[in-house]
């Protein structure tokens, strides 16, 4: 029995000489494969083997690592003013994720747009346009938390709420048009070379960011924060409606079958961008409300 665990540590944690080439190959391979059309050949099985080995040794080093890592991380971050501001104050913190943010998905949607335009596809420059758009709203809101000065007003705060609410209303409105077009037409895109690999990625990081900051900030009781994270999430909804396009197109089965998982994909995206927005709004009149009748009483 202990043999057998000795081996099995040796294969979970090999040294790392021989785990950083593993790792390189592994991601490196699986595009080979694709590129040059290897998906039913002896090869491809032989790269999933290894993509999957690599992949069980890379979760057998983060679950033995990262808390080590980040508890130093931590420590260092507390011993600089920066960091211990970053660590401990909330709105900071969203000012920090927001700009970062920001420039990713300008970049993310400079590259859509590009792309569109290179490859004269309508679906990518539309894309590209919703995330500009997106990324100028959340402009608007940075630029104000920086400004805020002094004592908060909450009226205003939920007055950009609302705003922020009605422009995603009308933003919802065409990507609505935009599936309908394409469930019409039976539209898809196919991305060139590696391009669908930065798409995924970028719709990994953006969805799985999102999903923890609106579990993360709910408590933080600050419209402006929660209008940010929104627009996050309605952001992240638009990736993985544009990442299943491509996927759809580049390995998907028949028309009928990629029409009807566009369809209700895109349904269920608009639908959940819609609830959002009017959620938003019903929420900022209701709070303005209920402040303007205190002040007006006072």
């Given amino acids: ?25 592994s991601i490196g391979a699986p595009i080979v494969v694709f590129l040059k059309d290897w998906e039913e050949t002896p090869i ?6 290894l993509s999957a080995y690599t992949a069980a040794v890379a979760c057998a080093f983060s679950v033995k690592a990262l808390p080590e890592w980040c508890q130093r991380l931590k420590t260092a971050a507390y011993a600089r003013p920066a960091g211990s501001r970053y660590m401990t104050d909330a709105a900071f ?25 290179v490859y004269s596809s309508l679906w990518l420059v539309a ?27 909450i009226l205003l705060e939920y007055k950009q709420y609302r ?10 409105l ?15 895109f196919h991305y060139p070379g590696t391009l669908i690999f930065a798409v995924a990625a970028y719709t990994f990081y953006t969805v799985t960011v999102s999903v923890i900051d609106l579990v993360k900030y709910r408590k933080y009781k600050n419209p402006v924060l929660s209008a940010a994270k929104a627009i996050r999430f309605a ?9 299943e396009t491509a996927m759809l197109a580049q390995f998907g089965g028949d028309e009928s079958f990629r029409g009807w998982m566009t369809a209700l994909t895109g349904a269920g995206v608009c639908a959940i961008v819609l609830g959002m927005s009017v959620s938003m709004i019903s929420k900022a009149n209701r709070e303005i409300g209920i402040r303007m009748k205190n002040a007006e009483k006072e």
């Fill in 44 to 49: 491809s099985y032989i790269v999933y083997a």
């Fill in 1 to 25: 029995m202990e043999k057998w665990k000795k081996i099995c540590k040796k294969l979970l944690f090999p040294p790392a000489w021989l785990a950083v080439p593993l790792t390189l190959v």
């Fill in 93 to 117: 913190r969203v000012q920090v994720s927001l700009l970062i943010s920001l420039g990713i998905t300008l970049a993310y949607s400079v590259l859509k747009l590009v792309s569109g335009i």
């Fill in 163 to 172: 705003l922020c609410g009605y422009i995603m209303l009308v933003l919802n």
């Fill in 235 to 243: 952001a992240a909804l638009v990736s993985l409606l544009s990442l």
């Fill in 127 to 153: 894309v590209a346009l919703y995330y500009i758009l997106l990324s100028v709203l959340r402009s608007v809101l940075l630029y104000y938390m920086y400004a805020e000065k002094g004592e908060r007003d």
């Fill in 174 to 188: 065409s990507l609505t048009g935009i599936v309908i077009q394409m469930v019409w037409k039976n539209q898809g």
